[in-house]
């Protein structure tokens, strides 16, 4: 199949994967995103196809899905660190606050580290990067794997098939 076929699909793959991993609460699914995102490369792929497509090019337009959504992941969590790391901050001190409050014997410098929950990180080069690389090798595996199972579940009867 042609690589050009395979933009579309990939892209809109890598939308399901990377939207909702930069979200905060539903990130933690991160691989869920990953392989939902292989499975909607390969179903627009293989809507976008008169034939029934092959297992190794849902694999590939996974692939490439999974790519995709790593960096469009990584570009929209900067996007909104601002307005999430605030509130991300806040339910991190609540929930602490709740697990010391109910163990009677907290070491002293526990405290302490709570109290610089709520400083703001500073952007970090290092840590963006690290993220990106990490959703990189994440959205290959998975997405691939993503990508198969769409491939599978989607692929169309060919007409000698049918008969």
């Known amino acids: 199949m042609k690589s050009n076929a395979m933009l579309m699909p990939a892209v809109w793959g890598g ?38 497509i092959l297992v190794g090019d849902g694999a590939l337009v996974g ?25 991300q901050r806040a339910f991190t001190r609540q929930m602490l606050q709740r697990a010391i409050d109910m163990s009677p014997n907290v070491p ?5 580290a709570m109290d610089n929950i709520d400083q703001p990180t500073t952007f970090s080069i290092v840590r963006t990067l690290f993220n990106l690389v990490l959703l990189l090798v994440i959205g290959a595996i998975f997405g691939t794997l993503g990508g198969l199972l769409g491939a599978v579940m989607f692929k169309k009867k ?3 098939q049918a008969t």
């Open 15 to 52: 939308l399901v994967f990377g939207v909702p991993s930069s979200l905060p609460f539903v990130q933690f699914c991160c691989c869920l995103w990953v392989v939902l995102g292989g499975m909607m490369a390969a179903y627009v792929l293989q809507a976008n196809s008169s034939e029934p």
């Open 158 to 160: 060919s007409v000698a």
């Open 108 to 112: 002293p410098g526990v405290r302490e």
């Open 63 to 87: 692939f490439l899905a999974g790519l995709v959504g790593a960096v469009v992941a990584v570009i929209l969590s900067q996007v909104l660190s601002p307005w999430v790391e605030p509130i």
